[in-house]
């Protein structure tokens, strides 16, 4: 079963604007991380954010947390073509592992 | 290159079958997982072994096992091999037991194909 759901299924946008990504779970969490997955390929690790922290950037990325909603948000800047994959949220819960959400398939058109 | 090399890139196989897929994490991790993603189910988490034991189980099929090796690598054994076994094979290593700050580091999958 899946602990994370993303918001929106696919998201199309022309280079250059923002891309904004919500992710919602179900259980208490120690932490939750954005991925990214290129067809086909692995998963990168994009960013962590611990579950007493409410928002962390990196380069162009920004995540914000709001645990009393059981929410996150990813927002990516400025999107560049390359930015175009499927990005997961993952959490680790009262499980060992982290456990992925169903992802959000953003196209960025040149 | 993530560091974590998954071998074979591609298996097709028939129905009934047996594979071995494998897995060698990144140097210095101990931790590895197995994931299997389809389009239906997403990504479902299976097993996980640390520093050689089985740590952590999840929705992993009895026709399915797997191992970590003294030098930690790690083989999932899919066998009686469905249809619906089809799917993306990743696994995924750690530094340690539990999910740290740095994640997981992810294999290129293997894609397996079941006919």
């Known amino acids: 079963s899946q602990q994370g759901e993303e918001d929106p299924q696919a998201l199309s946008i022309q280079e250059g604007e923002n891309a904004t990504m919500n992710c919602s779970y179900k259980t208490s969490i120690n932490n939750l991380q954005w991925y990214r997955q290129n067809s086909g390929r692995g998963l990168v690790h994009l960013i962590l954010?611990?579950?007493?922290?409410r928002e962390k950037h990196s380069g162009r990325l920004r995540v914000t947390l709001d645990t009393s909603k059981k929410s996150s948000s990813l927002l990516i800047t400025a999107s560049r073509a390359a930015d175009t994959a499927s990005y997961f949220c993952a959490t680790d819960g009262s499980a060992r592992q982290l456990t992925f959400g169903s992802g959000t398939q953003l196209t960025v058109l040149p | 290159d993530s560091g974590v090399t998954q071998t074979p890139k591609h298996l097709i196989t028939a129905t009934g079958q047996r594979v071995t897929l494998r897995c060698s994490p990144r140097s210095g991790d101990l931790s590895v997982y197995w994931y299997q993603q389809s389009l239906d189910q997403g990504l479902q988490f299976l097993i996980q072994y640390y520093n050689g034991e089985e740590r952590a189980k999840g929705n992993i099929l009895e026709r399915f096992s797997a191992q970590q090796f003294p030098d930690l690598h790690s083989e999932l054994n899919l066998s009686s091999l469905e249809l619906g076994d089809s799917a993306l094979y990743f696994c995924?290593?750690?530094?340690?037991?539990?999910?740290?700050?740095?994640?997981?580091?992810f294999g290129s999958g293997t894609r397996l194909t079941v006919v």
């Open positions: 995924a290593s750690s530094p340690r037991d539990l999910p740290g700050p740095g994640g997981y580091t």
């Open positions: 954010i611990r579950s007493n922290e």
